[in-house]
């Protein structure tokens, strides 16, 4: 079993900014990918940003240009930093990891959530 621990969400001004730390523990053979979702009340779950082992990133178009992703191997680490943010980020965030385990399977965790809003 694979553990994440997120953190960082908060309220925050518009054109503000927060970093989200999501760390993973547990039964890691190696981890394929993570990143981070976020869904809003009444919408579905939609991708925010991913890196993979090799270090690719796709975005949400939405937030090209305001949001990085960037990982921490050594720690088993994920963070988003967000800058500019709008009230339209509003939304819980969710940390997704990818990994290999020592069977050879893949597996997927989801952490939690960690809430992000943006408002005067």
């Known amino acids: 079993q694979v553990q994440l621990v997120e953190s960082g969400g908060d309220l925050v001004q518009p054109g503000g900014s927060l970093r989200l730390s999501c760390a993973a523990s547990?039964?890691?053979?190696?981890?394929?990918?993570m990143g981070w979702y976020r869904q809003a009340p009444g919408n579905q779950r939609e991708l925010v940003a991913r890196?993979?082992?090799?270090?690719?990133?796709n975005y949400a178009d939405s937030v090209k240009g305001r949001f990085t992703i960037s990982r921490d191997n050594a720690k088993n680490t994920v963070y988003l930093q967000m800058n500019s943010l709008k009230p339209e980020d509003t939304a819980v965030y969710l940390c997704?990891?990818?990994?290999?385990?020592?069977?050879?399977?893949?597996?997927?965790?989801w952490g939690q959530g960690t809430q992000v809003t943006v408002s005067s």
């Open positions: 997704n990891v990818v990994i290999r385990t020592a069977r050879g399977t893949v597996d997927t965790s």
């Open positions: 547990g039964s890691i053979f190696s981890i394929l990918a």
């Open positions: 890196v993979t082992s090799s270090g690719i990133t």
